[in-house]
Nanobody, 123 residues
Framework: QVQLVESGGGLVQAGGSLRLSCAASGFTFSRYAMGWFRQAPGKEREFVAAITWSGGSTYYADSVKGRFTIARDNGKITLSLQMNSLKPEDTAVYYC????????????????WGQGTQVTVSS
């Protein structure tokens, strides 16, 4: 059973940084593409970033490109999202997600989700 547990959220001032982590268990981590999504109040969940099973390729939403960095450690079975130059519009619940690697890039088959971690950026 896939389990994803996010941590690292919090309150930060605009321009600051946060690092989110996702601990994965219950599946063969290295056979999955991984991603981060977010959902702001009153809005639909949106894609933030994705990384291939090997970590060799990454993909970002235009809104975070150049500010956020997704990374994975297949040995430690963890996913991370380094968020720099944060803006108030980055405020949302951030979710870790897993997609069985099927060769398509970027993946569209994210089917497992964590419970989310709140990120609040004050102006």
């Amino acid at each position: 059973q896939v389990q994803l547990v996010e941590s690292g959220g919090g309150l930060v001032q605009a321009g600051g940084s946060l690092r989110l982590s996702c601990a994965a268990s219950g599946f063969t981590f290295s056979r999955y593409a991984m991603g981060w999504f977010r959902q702001a109040p009153g809005k639909e969940r949106e894609f933030v970033a994705a990384i291939t099973w090997s970590g060799g390729s990454t993909y970002y939403a235009d809104s975070v490109k150049g500010r956020f960095t997704i990374a994975r450690d297949n040995g430690k079975i963890t996913l991370s999202l380094q968020m720099n130059s944060l803006k108030p519009e980055d405020t949302a619940v951030y979710y870790c997600a897993a997609a069985p690697w099927a060769g398509a890039w970027p993946p569209t088959n994210f089917g497992s989700w964590g419970q989310g971690t709140q990120v609040t950026v004050s102006s």
